[in-house]
C-alpha cells in the first residue's frame, strides 16, 4: 500500500554539480536512456511514466482502441492497466508541461487539470508516494535519484475523487462516463446472476441426491 510522504525541499546545484551528477547517471545507465548537458547549463533526457487511470480518458474516435463508448468524433475507453511511457524531456519542463505531453502523445482531448503527476519511492521495504506540484522538475528529480526506478519512479493518476475538477468535463465526457459505467453494471449484475443459478442448479443436485429413494 502507498504511503503519503512529505514533500523534499528543492536543492539546487551548481552548474558543475550538475555535469558531475550527470556524468555519475550516465556511468549507471543500462537502457541507453542517457543524459545530455548543453552548454547553456540546460540538460535533456528520458523519464518514464506508468498510466495508472481508472476512469475512461477521452480520445479522437480514429485513434481509440479497446472498450470504448462513443460520442460524435471522440471516444471515452479505458487505457490498458500497467501501460508505461517514455517522454524525452529538459530541465526546465514542469511537471504540468510532463502531463501535457503525455496526453498529447496518446491523443487525449481531456483538461490536463484532471491529472497529477506522483513520485513513487521505494525506502526500507515500503512504498511512498507523492503528489508532484505542477510547478516542480520531473528530470531534476530523476537525475537527483539516478536511473534506477527503484529508488523513483513517476506515475500519473487522476486527482483523488474529492480533487476532481467536474467542471472540467464536457457533457459529452459525462454522458460517455455514464454509458460505460451502465455497461459494466449490467456485465456484472449478469455475472452475479450466473454465478447464483449455477449454486441453485449444485444445490438442487445436491438435495435430490439426499432425498432420492433406495
Not at 547553456?40 to 482502441?65: A, C, D, H, W
Not at 454465478?195 to 438442487?204: H, M
Amino acid at each position: 500500500k502507498d504511503v503519503q510522504k512529505e514533500r523534499e525541499p528543492h536543492v539546487y546545484l551548481s552548474k558543475e554539480e550538475v555535469k558531475e551528477k550527470i556524468q555519475s547517471y550516465n556511468s549507471s545507465v543500462t537502457d541507453k536512456l542517457k543524459m545530455t548537458l548543453n552548454a547553456n547549463g540546460i540538460y535533456t533526457g528520458f523519464i518514464k511514466v506508468q498510466m495508472e487511470l481508472f476512469r475512461p480518458i477521452t480520445v479522437q474516435s480514429s485513434q481509440s482502441q479497446g472498450r470504448c463508448a462513443h460520442s460524435n468524433n471522440e471516444t471515452a475507453f479505458y487505457l490498458p492497466d500497467g501501460c508505461v511511457n517514455t517522454l524525452h524531456i529538459s530541465s526546465t519542463n514542469t511537471v504540468r508541461e510532463v502531463i501535457e505531453a503525455l496526453l498529447k502523445k496518446f491523443f487525449v482531448a481531456d483538461n490536463p487539470a484532471k491529472f497529477a503527476l506522483y513520485k513513487r519511492c521505494h525506502k526500507e521495504d515500503q512504498v511512498y508516494t507523492c503528489k508532484l506540484s505542477d510547478r516542480e522538475h520531473p528530470l531534476y528529480l530523476r537525475l537527483v535519484a539516478g536511473p534506477k526506478t527503484e529508488m523513483l519512479s513517476f506515475v500519473l493518476r487522476e486527482h483523488e475523487t474529492g480533487e476532481v475538477m467536474w467542471e472540467a468535463f464536457s457533457i459529452p465526457e459525462l454522458q460517455n462516463f455514464l454509458r460505460i459505467l451502465d455497461k459494466e453494471e449490467n456485465e456484472q449484475l449478469q455475472i452475479l446472476k450466473k454465478r447464483y443459478a449455477a449454486y441453485r442448479d449444485k444445490l438442487e443436485e445436491a438435495l435430490g441426491g439426499v432425498w432420492k429413494p433406495g
